[in-house]
Nanobody
Framework: VQLVESRGGLAQLGRSVTLSCTAQ????????MGWLRQPLGKAMEWVSD????????DYETFAKGRFTISRDNAKNTAYLEMNDLRSEDTALYYC??????????WGQGTQVTVS
């Protein structure tokens, strides 16, 4: 399993960033995907997940109305569009795959810093 996130980088308050995640080594189109994040010095947080087909998605409260998860099964890629960024969105963001009931395999992570 290989999950590679795009580079996050530095973003201004209120602006937008879209992360992508390219997957290899498993059948992407039948695997639910998601995003987690870990602010510096804090525990890992669930952000969002999306069904294998892309028909349904769920979001943590802080992400609702601001973040959009999506996927392109033809490209083996998942996305997280983040709008109206806040300082508290600064974190290491991980793309994750769900093998079983939980998001239990994730990539190396990409830093998003909002200032």
């Amino acid at each position: 399993v290989q999950l590679v996130e795009s580079r996050g980088g530095l973003a201004q308050l209120g602006r937008s960033v879209t992360l992508s995640c390219t997957a290899q080594g498993f059948t992407f189109r039948t695997t639910p995907m998601g995003w987690l994040r870990q602010p510096l010095g804090k525990a890992m947080e669930w952000v969002s997940d999306i069904s294998a087909s892309g028909a349904t998605a769920d979001y943590e409260t802080f992400a609702k109305g601001r973040f959009t998860i999506s996927r392109d099964n033809a490209k083996n890629t998942a996305y997280l569009e983040m709008n109206d960024l806040r300082s508290e969105d600064t974190a290491l963001y991980y793309c994750a795959a769900a093998f079983g009931a939980a998001l239990n395999s994730w990539g190396q992570g990409t830093q998003v810093t909002v200032s």
